[in-house]
């Protein structure tokens, strides 16, 4: 492996001249020059307004996933007309239909903007080549999947605390810093509670 320095691509001046996914990759687990370059060519800067959709079921088939760099992402399914909030991501957290991932199918979630949100999008067969190529893409991933796990495990263990005000008292131990920066309907689905009980238990605490 070689000591010189990768090459700055010009798009990510604002960012030292590398993308905010090299270096977040790079700070989970140290990469090579020849995996900067890569990243750096392949992943680009979108934006999405408050309340407009990064994703929506049937339009979008796994093939993008995305690191937040500013602003706040939640994902929702639709039954029985009913929105139920799935997870909420915030910055320095990758977002996407991971259940699509590496399959190529269509999302079964809404992937909605509930702030103006800037991120990196980075195309999964990107990732796919590095895994086969670079022996440190592998323990990058399975470092991240490793979060991703326990962000699921997390969202499973709130779903089964049986009392409203616990599940809450819960949410703010665990993710206060959303406290005031989302919505509380999109809070009290994510809980899987009415708004109103929401309301209740907070009025209460």
């Not at 670079?134 to 990058?140: D, G, L």
Request: charged share 30%; glycine share 4%; net charge neutral.
């Amino acid at each position: 492996m070689t000591n010189s320095p990768p090459v700055k691509v010009e798009k990510w001046e604002s960012t030292n001249g590398h993308s905010p996914v090299s270096i977040f990759l790079n700070a989970v687990y140290p990469i090579r020059k020849e995996i900067f370059e890569i990243i750096d060519r392949e992943t680009f800067p979108v934006t999405t307004s408050k309340g407009k959709f990064l994703m929506k079921p049937g339009n979008n088939t796994g093939e993008f996933i995305y690191l937040i760099i500013k602003g706040v992402i939640r994902a929702y399914i639709k039954e029985d007309g009913k929105e139920i909030t799935t997870w909420i991501n915030e910055e320095n957290e990758i977002v996407g239909s991971i259940r699509s991932l590496g399959l190529y199918r269509p999302s079964e979630e809404y992937l909605q903007a509930i702030e103006d949100t800037e991120l990196i999008c980075i195309p999964y067969r990107m990732i796919e080549y590095l895994y086969d190529t670079y022996p440190e893409a592998n323990i990058v991933g399975r470092k991240i999947l490793e979060e991703s796990y326990r962000d699921a495990e997390e969202r499973a263990y709130i779903s089964r605390i049986p009392s409203a005000e616990k599940k809450y008292k819960h949410f703010i131990e665990t993710r206060s810093q959303l406290i005031n920066r989302v919505s509380l309907k999109y809070i009290a689905s994510y809980l899987g509670m009415t708004l109103e009980t929401l309301s209740r238990v907070r009025s209460r605490m």
